[in-house]
């Protein structure tokens, strides 16, 4: 049964990664033209990885002590006056700041949004459910830059894509105050503050990877999807800048080559995130394993095909196979992984994820300009074979990660409180030194 709340998610989730698709594209165009680099460009996209990648597990910490639906909310906000002040900008530095501090807002409001989703989604309807918000941010990726070509197309500054993104962070901030509660995990409502508190930010990364460790090591499915995910974000990362030399390759008579590609995988991906709820009987394990390959094999024929629609018929599939992935995954994530550790879980997960895609793009174009088939086969076989490597762990019975991490939990806390009372003796015994 659907929850109240799951409309006003995928609107927010809709609205705000419009907004994000539309500055994937209006922001690289805007430094091209004003500083005449891709170099600039490709720079200043980078920036917008580098808080989640350093700072991306303290965010864990806040999701599990708070409301997440208040962490996603001022985010919102936050990206929304970023982008607003971009085109008002008069120097490259200005933009990489502001480009910084929406990445600072994406690494909140990522893991926040996903946390949320427990919140809105019935227990027994997780494959649904998560098809529905997916289905919300495949239609937002693939709105985003044929809106930002019709700016241009009919002549409207380029700083209008970005008061855009401004608008829909704010509906996306306005559409979190309809999407209920979810209140701090128990157990995490209170913690050290003060002078005690100056190891919060350590305690997070700590906590943040003790969890990812215990919940792989507690599941075998998470274990599997978690290590293949990070594998699985290089190879697409790394299929998508084969995409761009293919086009100026293969197809230079194909104006916009790699728009229309994303555009076909956009579709299949809407398709793929509707269509895989409909699979309520069939074993999560082999549709998991049977989409992931199916990808895979999809990104390995493109060098081969004889034409451009049959180019876009391979998108559309590859589309379909990735949202199809997707959905099963966050489905298994809301099935097996409790409250108390999901925001741990995130925040150790998308850092990791993010310098993948960083490696994916750095030597991506690297590699297809060298030779387009063979960086075919790479993407193909770093995607495909660790799946086949842990494709039985994808057919195992949940394991027991809350009474794990809660055993863990209370060992830690124990140790912890050994440390205070140490460290109020030491205290003590520094005040009566003074007072002697």
């Known amino acids: 049964m659907r929850k109240p709340g799951l409309i006003p998610l995928m609107v927010s989730i809709f609205t705000v990664d419009l907004g994000t698709s539309m500055t994937a594209v209006a922001l690289p165009l805007l430094l091209i033209r004003d500083y005449g680099t891709t170099l600039a460009a490709g720079l200043t996209l980078a920036i917008r990885l580098l808080p989640s990648m350093a700072a991306g597990p303290i965010v864990g910490r806040l999701l599990a002590r708070r409301d997440p639906r208040h962490v996603a909310l001022l985010s919102s906000l936050l990206s929304a006056l970023f982008a607003a002040l971009i085109p008002v900008c008069g120097a490259l530095w200005q933009i990489q700041i502001l480009t910084l501090g929406i990445g600072l807002t994406v690494m909140l409001a990522g893991p926040a949004r996903l946390v949320l989703r427990p919140a809105v989604v019935s227990e027994g309807d997780e494959r649904r459910g998560n098809g529905l918000l997916m289905a919300a941010q495949r239609v937002s990726t693939l709105s985003g830059p044929p809106l930002v070509g019709v700016i241009i197309a009919i002549g409207w500054p380029l700083w209008v894509a970005f008061l855009l993104e401004a608008a829909t962070s704010l509906v996306a901030a306005v559409m979190m105050l309809r999407v209920p509660p979810l209140p701090p995990a128990a157990g995490e409502e209170s913690g050290p503050t003060g002078a005690k508190d100056r190891k919060a930010l350590r305690t997070a990364y700590v906590t943040s990877t003790r969890a990812l460790l215990r919940v792989v090591s507690a599941d075998a499915f ?151 088939p063979a960086a075919a086969m790479i993407v193909a076989s770093v995607m495909g074979i660790p799946m086949l490597l842990t494709a039985r762990w994808y057919f195992a019975p949940p394991g027991d990660i809350s009474e794990m991490y809660r055993c863990a939990t209370a060992r830690s806390s124990q140790r912890e409180g050994k440390s205070m009372r140490h460290e109020g003796k030491l205290d003590h015994l520094h005040d009566d030194r003074l007072d002697t």
Not at 229 to 234: A, E, G, T, V, W
Not at 239 to 245: A, E, F, I, N, Q
Not at 304 to 332: C, D, H, K, Q, R
Request: glycine letters at 12%; hydrophobic letters at 55%; a positive charge.
């Open 222 to 372: 998470i274990r599997g999807a978690t290590l293949t995910s990070f594998s699985y974000l290089l190879a697409v990362t790394l299929g998508r800048m084969m995409l761009v030399v293919m086009g100026a390759r293969h197809y230079s008579d194909i104006s916009g080559f790699y728009g229309w590609m994303l555009a076909a995988m956009g579709v299949g991906g809407l398709c793929g995130s509707l269509l895989i709820g409909r699979f309520k009987r069939s074993s999560t394990g082999t549709l998991y394993v049977a989409v992931m390959l199916i990808e895979a094999v999809g990104w390995l024929s493109l060098p081969w095909l004889p034409n451009f629609p049959a180019a876009m018929a391979a998108m559309v599939t590859i589309g379909i196979m990735e949202s199809a992935g997707y959905v099963l995954y966050y489905a298994e994530v809301q099935i097996r992984i409790p409250r108390t550790v999901m925001g741990y879980y995130y925040a150790a997960l998308i850092p990791v994820g993010d310098a993948c895609m960083f490696l994916g793009s750095a030597f991506g174009a690297w590699l297809a300009g060298t030779s387009v």
